[in-house]
């Protein structure tokens, strides 16, 4: 028996799913520059060992402050190391650092968030009250009460000290965000029908309910990135974060740069450049995954 | 007003205290012992003996909940305790450094409101034009921007431009105003920058959002001429907004301030706390905190209060 063709259907008739990146590329093209941005930083830091041109740590002191060149694009420090090869390491440290703690702050802020808005009750209550105290400190307040609390502790490089003083200061402001998409969440079908099944409390929170908060998650987790970068920065600059001879953005500008003002200002000028061109892009990233996921949501 | 002035003053309370005995256990927990860090630093070998005379000094030897109710005790008194590491009060350590962060704090606002209003306004009645664009580009970058980089960015143009630097010290603006102006308005501006940018980007938002209320086109329907509609209808009612940001804001500038002091060397609350952090004298973080908190809560009662005033809804509810 002969095979009949299956009916053909026009290649147009089939939705066609745009692939996400082009659509946003339409939809967004300042997102979409600040996407490429980002990239290049990603580019910087994972390509670190065959980008930069020098060892970042490299001590050289017959080019102690040197004005940027063809040799030293960037110039070099007062110790006559690479400007730019430190900023290409900084980039290391800065995602490496910024991305762990967002997620790790954002994921514990939903998880909280969550929980809180999924039992109501005086849980909720009691949860809340603690996000409001901790929403009326500035993050960088809130991150040096634990680095002051917790102290150093270095794994492989990473100071997880470090990146829990970054992420905590992010718990409450996604818990916020997490609880009332929470509780428009709780209201549906689905979950009733999943407490209908006798599901566990901690499976329908995991299952049912996170997998419904994605968009906001996606968006602040960008936005997050943004600060956590910056409190890094900030936290390095004060002596606080990452300490020499690690290569980072606000390290770099510490203390002792200030004695160059006028003798090295390249030493100032290109890591705050470096830094502020991240926020910014993360920020702007952030922006326009909202109003591409979810235009009503308001940060 | 009165009851709604004295119900908002009774909230306060538990939230304080709340914070207290957070902040007194979450500083316990501390692993590092500062006496030890502070006597080694100092000399070289220290013996047990003197480690414990000087826990005994501070009060460090007694149980937690003994140190837990003095601390209790003392907060009634408004008496913090003594630093760990100057041995001098927390209380005073903190009076003689607030003047200049408060100054500081007092000036930026007064330039971020001086900027962000006008230009918030601009940039909403003329939504998409160039005076727009160029307004939130510069709000985007005020919020990316490193305070610390801005206030160094400063430095290097008045070292560029004028080829002088505001001399380091602090001199009261009673003794000397110009002194003392002279050298405090480049740290004001480099915290205001930011805090102009938040405020112009919600006086856009806020006045955007009026605008569209049918109350604006009842106005302009019965004929009332442009500029009145702007300024009594519109403006009015997208200040309240305006006025809550303006006040969180400057219950959170002591973030700004804590690296703005370091780069313009001010001797104010900010270095204040990142010393304290850097040594850790957790009686003195434990006492910046709490400062923080009142801070921020007063702020809070004096918006809740503008707010009443500016909109009757509020004080009836």
Known sequence: MAVTASPSFPAEAIPKRRNPVVAFMAAQPLGFVAFLIILMYFVFALGAYWIAPYDPEAVDFSAMLGAPSGEHFFGTDQYG??????????????LAVGI??????????AVVGATSGYFGGRLDTFIQRIVDVMLSFPIIVLAMVVVAVLGRNAVFGVDLNLIAAIALPMVPKMARIARSSTLSIAQMPFIDAARAAGYSHPRIILRHILPNIVAPYLIMLTAFIAQAILLEASL???????????PAWGLMLTGTSADFYKAAPWMIMFPGLAITLAVFAFNLFGDSLRDWLDPKMKT | MFSFLIRRLLLVIPTLVGVAVAVFFLIRVMPGDVVVVKLRAEGAAVSEETIE???KRLGLD??????FKDYMIGL??????????????????IAQRFPVSFQVAIMATIIAVLIAVPLGTLSALYKDSWIDNTVRVLAVSGLAIPGFWLGMLIILMLLAVFNWLPKIGYVSIFEDPVANLSALIWPALSVGYRYAAVVTRMMRS??????????????????VFEKLVTRRHALKNAMLPVVTVVGLEFAFLIGGLVVTEQVFNLNGIGKLFVDATTRGDFTLIQGLVLLIAVVFVMVNLLVDVLYGWLDPRVRLN
């Open chain 1, 81 to 94: 190391r690479d400007v730019f090869s430190r900023l290409v390491y900084g980039a290391r440290t800065a």
């Open chain 1, 100 to 109: 762990l703690s967002a997620i790790a702050g954002c994921t514990l802020g």
């Open chain 1, 236 to 246: 390095s600059f004060l002596g606080l974060g990452v300490t020499e001879p690690t």
């Open chain 2, 53 to 55: 005379a000087e826990r």
């Open chain 2, 62 to 67: 007694k149980p937690m909940i003994v140190q």
């Open chain 2, 76 to 93: 009634t008194r408004l008496d913090l305790g003594k630093s760990l590491w100057t041995g001098e009060s927390v209380s005073a350590e």
């Open chain 2, 206 to 223: 806020a006045l955007l959002e009026v605008m569209r209320e049918d109350y604006i086109r009842t106005a302009r329907a019965k004929g």
